[in-house]
């Protein structure tokens, strides 16, 4: 303990400050924080989060936050932070109420419901802010399974659902492919490290991108960005591609053609490991270069040298960002990058090191070998479009209609954990009214979002630094074998709650298990986090205790080895399945990707509009928080290139009418040289649960009112277009103007 602040933090003279060590969890990332805790604040009985440090001597992290993390001190204690529940009373207005009167009358709609409906009736949606809870999601599912209900979904379903879906199909390699540690060359398709902190496989993790980065390429990485915008990754960049967005399976099936025509491949692996590589050839021969340099609008020479320089490797991947994972045909996209990785032997071999630990999870054995294809699509049925639930979820994109629609296993009750629907969820007219229709919504957030105004009780969360918690994400995507962990680093003292205490309460009172992988959570007494944490994860390959006393610490004995092939191993991948060769026939046939949309016309539609992350928001947080709003500023600015803002008489700050096939919304202009011509570049989850504009200079506007759930859904996983969406561009003069 030291008494007196530091100027970093800015406490002031003569406070008793305690530094102690955690972990942010405002984003996956969980970059290692020194918090300091004021302790004698006599209205902060459990210590007041006075001041944020990144820890230099973490041997990952390198001292690296960002500026969301070092708002906890103002997010944990705002005055506008939902401390207790909230009812909503029969005039439409909140009232505070105790939890447990809360849960009570939760719990009583609840046993109604399921009693009159059945269990499939009652749903859950886990978001982003209960995705960063490492208890959150066992939890909610084990809820789900306790009553028997199906009706389980989350945030993953609407980010990058073929992330899920396209490994099953094509086989897995059990060792894993390359990783980025070691790599020669790294070819980035549509994400932006720098700013999310998301790295796909083998790619930059947000574990200190920026010095990684500048280290690797010191190293002599080559690598290849391929995006519509000069995005802060692409400044690295050997070779920039600054495609036309929503043409990526084109793109790849272009690179794919070259590296087999100029016999590139990795021609003894194919042998052995891929079953159908001449089908692969026959079904890209047609996306020949000049035809893909053309429709992609890149030049030549640069697809000559990017699949070359791929190819070339001898070590790296080729991975994806929601970018492409969000515009048409996302799972053709996928599966074509993985593809091109197979066909190059981009797989980590006999005595290879995994990168990351993964130690949180269950040991399984990783050979050099593939584990054969299969469909991963065997879930309960969805009752829209033939979708069907996969790995124990069902599709969110489809879950405003199962709200909607009558008929049996109707959703008739939703509880939201950390998420925010009304401004996330695809199809913003259709999301609002399904909320609406909803005999009981619960929402478990710290904000008053959109979401939260319309639900019928508000259950106010333990935020990050209240909760005991584990790296659960970036475990299995750490650059080292590396872990951490953090205790309950300030007691809460409000009326709440952790996400897995709301299902525990309920489940209480309607006499239903919470069974995890550990056994069921305790019902007769209130377990600790940490109980709960070791119940979750009690099959992981170090054991929990052992985590706990290794924090921030790299393990290099204890890196997994590629073991040999079993002898009889026989399976094969599949690069060219008939389905999604089918889909790249069609592909070749289109004009171009917005093709997807029925009644599209590049005449109609000129512009597509493309998601991006903002460096000082996630998703919907962060205009709450007094720095966040200053670097992001009160709109989603829609970034277009000058020189198309020339051709339409825009200038900085004009108002603009968005119109899609399926809606309009109204943007404020912001020229950015960065951003293609032809494109407009957009944060998403920004306004209010309003279908009229007239705050869009205040809290900007939900790109996902633009989203159609059925214009070019994925038949598979149900992903829908949520990038890559043709747009018409018209001045809006005036306000009014701007909302006919
Ligand atoms: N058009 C379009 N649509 C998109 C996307 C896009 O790029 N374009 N992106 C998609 C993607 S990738 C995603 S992940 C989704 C995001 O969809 P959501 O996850 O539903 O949206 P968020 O805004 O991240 O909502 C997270 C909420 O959690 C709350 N929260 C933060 N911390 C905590 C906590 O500790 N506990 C609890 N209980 N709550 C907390 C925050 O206040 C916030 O309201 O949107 C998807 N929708
Ligand atoms: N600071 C910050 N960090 C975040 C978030 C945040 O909101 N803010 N959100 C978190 C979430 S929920 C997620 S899922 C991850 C996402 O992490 P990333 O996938 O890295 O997300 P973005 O930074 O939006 O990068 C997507 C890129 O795809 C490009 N793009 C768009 N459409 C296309 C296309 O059709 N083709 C190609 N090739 N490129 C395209 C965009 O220009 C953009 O540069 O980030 C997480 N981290
Ligand atoms: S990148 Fe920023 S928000 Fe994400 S964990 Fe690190 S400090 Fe927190
Ligand atoms: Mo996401």
Redesign the pocket.
């Known amino acids: 303990m030291h008494v007196g602040g530091n100027e970093a933090s800015g406490p002031g003279e003569g406070m008793k400050i305690e530094t102690r060590r955690s972990f942010c969890r405002v984003c996956h990332a969980s970059c290692p924080i020194d918090v300091d805790v004021q302790v004698d604040d006599l209205a902060f009985p459990g210590g007041k989060v006075v001041g944020i440090h990144g820890v230099a001597e973490d041997p990952i992290f390198e001292g690296f936050t960002c500026i969301k993390g070092r708002q906890l001190p103002e997010q944990m204690h705002q005055a506008s932070r939902l401390r207790t529940a909230l009812r909503r009373s029969a005039d439409g207005h909140f009232e505070a109420v105790g939890s447990s009167e809360a849960f009570d009358e939760i719990a009583a709609r609840l046993r109604t419901i399921i009693d009159t409906r059945g269990p499939r009736a009652v749903a859950s949606y886990t978001?982003?802010?209960?995705y960063?809870?490492s208890v959150a999601v066992p939890t909610a599912r084990a809820w789900h399974q306790g009553f028997k209900s199906p009706s389980f979904y989350t945030?993953v379903t609407?980010?990058q659902p073929a992330k899920t879906t396209a490994p099953f199909r094509m086989g897995m390699w059990e060792a894993g492919f390359h990783n980025f540690s070691d790599a020669n060359v790294l070819m980035a398709i549509g994400y932006n490290p720098m700013v999310s902190s998301y790295g796909a496989v083998g790619g930059l993790q947000g574990t200190n991108p920026f010095t990684v980065m500048r280290r690797a390429k010191k190293n002599g990485m080559k690598l290849i960005v391929v995006d519509p915008r000069r995005t802060e990754l692409a400044t690295f960049a050997d070779v920039f591609l600054q495609v036309r967005p929503g043409e990526d399976p084109t793109l790849l099936a272009g690179l794919i053609a070259i590296v087999m025509r100029e016999g590139l491949i990795d021609h003894e692996f194919c042998e052995r490991w891929v079953g159908d590589l001449a089908s692969l050839e026959r079904s890209v021969a047609a996306y020949t270069p000049t035809y893909v340099a053309e429709r992609c609008d890149v030049a030549l020479e640069d697809l000559f040298t990017a699949a070359r320089m791929f190819a070339s490797g001898p070590r790296g991947t080729v991975g994806t960002g929601?970018g492409p994972n969000?515009a048409p045909h996302s799972s053709l996209t996928e599966h074509l990058a993985l593809a091109l990785n197979v066909i190059c032997g981009r797989v980590n071999r006999e005595g290879d090191k995994l990168e990351s630990g993964m130690f949180l999870y269950p040991e399984t054995p990783r050979r050099a070998q593939v584990i054969a294809p299969r469909l991963p699509v065997t879930g309960h049925p969805a009752r829209m479009r033939g979708l069907r639930g996969y790995r124990g979820e069902m599709p969110t994109a489809t879950l405003a209609e199962e709200i909607l629609e009558p008929g049996d296993g109707r959703i008739r009750a939703l509880i939201v954990?950390?998420?925010?629907?009304a401004?996330?969820w695809?199809d913003q007219e259709l999301t609002l009214r399904a909320l609406k229709d909803l005999e009981l919504l619960v929402v478990?957030?710290?904000?008053m979002?959109a979401s939260a105004e319309l639900a019928h009780y508000v259950i106010a969360?333990k935020?990050?630094l209240e909760r005991a918690d584990i790296p659960h994400l970036m475990d299995r995507w750490f650059r080292e074998p590396y872990t951490n962990y953090t205790p309950v680093t300030v007691a809460a003292n409000d009326d709440v709650h952790n996400?897995w205490e709301v299902f525990w309460e309920l489940s209480r009172r309607l006499g239903y298990d919470i069974a995890l992988p550990g056994g069921n959570i305790p019902m007769d007494r209130k377990p600790t986090d940490d109980e709960v944490i070791d119940l979750a994860y009690a099959n992981s390959r170090m054991p929990l205790g052992q985590v706990r006393a290794n924090l921030g610490v790299v393990h290099p004995e204890l890196a997994m080895v590629v073991q040999p092939a079993d002898a009889g191993a026989t399976a094969k991948f599949t690069v060219a399945p008939d389905d999604l060769m089918n889909e790249l026939a069609e592909v070749r046939q289109e004009t171009s990707g917005a093709d997807v949309f029925p009644g599209f016309t590049p005449e109609a539609f000129p512009f597509r509009l493309v998601?991006r992350r903002l460096k000082a928001m996630?998703?919907?947080?962060g205009s709450e928080l007094t720095a966040l709003r200053k670097s992001a500023g009160t709109t989603n600015h829609a970034h277009m290139n000058p020189a198309d803002m020339d051709d339409l008489g825009l200038h900085d700050d004009d108002l603009v009418v968005i119109t899609s096939p399926r809606s309009s919304i109204t943007g404020v202009v912001a020229g950015a040289k960065d951003v293609r011509r032809g494109v407009i570049s957009m944060a998403?989850?920004w306004g209010g649960g309003s279908l009229t504009d007239e705050k869009v200079r205040d809290i900007g506007t939900p790109?996902?009112r633009l989203?159609s759930t059925v214009d070019g859904h994925d038949p598979v996983n149900g992903m829908v277009v949520?990038?890559a969406i043709p747009v018409h561009i018209a001045r809006a003069d005036n306000l009014a103007g701007a909302l006919t």
Do not use: C, F, K, W
Request: aromatic content about 0%; charged content about 10%.
């Open positions: 978001g982003t802010g209960g960063q809870n945030s609407i980010d929601t969000m954990s950390g998420g925010n629907p401004v996330a695809p478990l957030d710290h904000r979002t969360p935020l990050s996400e998601s996630l998703n919907s947080l998403h989850s790109t996902s989203v949520q990038s």
